[in-house]
């Protein structure tokens, strides 16, 4: 009886190792598999990125090219004031608008609102005779 006892736990301890072996072999199969959509993924990744790059590239080429042809600052379309503008500069004081310095002007623009002040000034810099 004994040897029928030893006999069934050898074949019963073969059976768990086979078992074990297949599923040892699935898992592994399993690993190369998701190892390989890993290496896909990288090489999509890596693509993408250089794709970018070459874009990214162009565009500051295309920066530089621009700034080089533009080479001095654009200046205002405008060099005259409205009408009303002017009338208004010319009650605080200042008839040449040649030559403003900021400060006749601040003084000049003393009597008007704030809101006055600011489209003054604002008019000013779009005819460009304010820095």
């Known amino acids: 009886m004994e040897i029928h006892e030893v006999m069934n736990a050898l ?4 059976e768990r ?13 399993m690993m190369a598999q998701a190892g390989e959509a890993q290496r896909i993924v990288a090489t999509a990744d890596t693509s993408r990125e250089q794709e970018l790059e070459r874009k990214l590239e162009a565009a500051e080429r295309q920066i530089a ?26 009650k605080q004081g200042l008839s040449t608008l040649d030559s403003i310095e900021a400060g006749s002007l601040d003084a000049a623009l003393t009597g008007l609102s704030l809101e006055q002040r ?4 604002a008019q000013l810099l779009r005819a460009g005779l304010l820095g």
């Open 17 to 29: 190792m086979h078992a074990a072996a297949a599923t040892m072999e699935r898992t592994a199969e």
């Open 118 to 121: 600011v489209a003054v000034k």
């Open 11 to 14: 074949q019963q301890g073969l």
């Open 65 to 90: 090219e621009m700034r080089a042809q533009s080479g001095t600052p654009a200046t205002a379309a405008r060099k005259t004031l409205p009408a009303a503008t002017t009338q208004l500069l010319a």
